[in-house]
């Protein structure tokens, strides 16, 4: 009876371990199609940022970056910002302060306030443009948008970044990331 119960014993052992290890490489394959690597962040048009000119309040504030591209700072005029990232223009700001004569040594903090809005569309309750916020994701998205509609396919997404011309196919997961001014798209399941 012993040597019965330590056989069963070893065979439901090795049964969890099949199971999980076959459980744990199907999740793994599953996240790999689903990742998606949303780029460091670049300015563009409707960001509104904070520029901090430390030690000079007059040059400090929060700016729209206009349709244009460009930032109008006090003193310096127009300064391009679209498609820069945070510390480059930090950096385009500090070498206009400095070509300018306006300050010797400027030190220049940027940060983002509000970023460029998301899209999202077909089947969703409430399809349209929503405020984007850090670390958004899909699922999040959605549930902004009051949910899916009874049509929706709940098993893969497509999502058109704001500088490319196609849309890519992900599957959906509660992990998939949205960027600022991508457009979601839910497509409608067939049976």
Request: without cysteine; negative net charge; aromatic residues 8%.
């Amino acid at each position: 009876m012993r040597r019965l119960l330590t056989l069963a014993a070893l065979v439901v052992a090795s049964l969890v371990m099949v199971v999980g290890a076959g459980a744990t490489r199907a999740w793994a394959a599953g996240e790999a199609d689903a990742t998606r690597v949303v780029p460091e962040y670049r300015l563009g048009a409707n960001d509104k940022i904070r520029v901090i000119t430390f030690g000079e309040d007059s040059l400090t504030g929060e700016f729209f970056i206009g349709g244009g591209g460009n930032v109008a700072l006090p003193l310096i005029g127009d300064v391009p910002a679209a498609g820069l990232t945070i510390p480059e223009f930090s950096r385009k700001v500090e070498q206009a302060l400095k070509d300018g004569d306006i300050l010797k040594d400027p030190h220049v903090s940027v940060e983002v306030l509000t970023y460029r809005p998301f899209y999202i569309l077909g089947e969703v309750q409430r399809p349209g443009e929503y405020p984007y916020t850090n670390g958004l994701t899909v699922m999040n998205a959605v549930a902004t948008a009051n949910g899916f509609t009874y049509r929706a396919n709940t098993k893969r997404v497509f999502i058109k970044r704001q500088d490319s011309q196609e849309e890519q196919e992900f599957p959906l997961s509660s992990t998939l990331p949205v960027a600022p001014g991508d457009t979601i798209r839910i497509s409608e399941r067939f049976f």
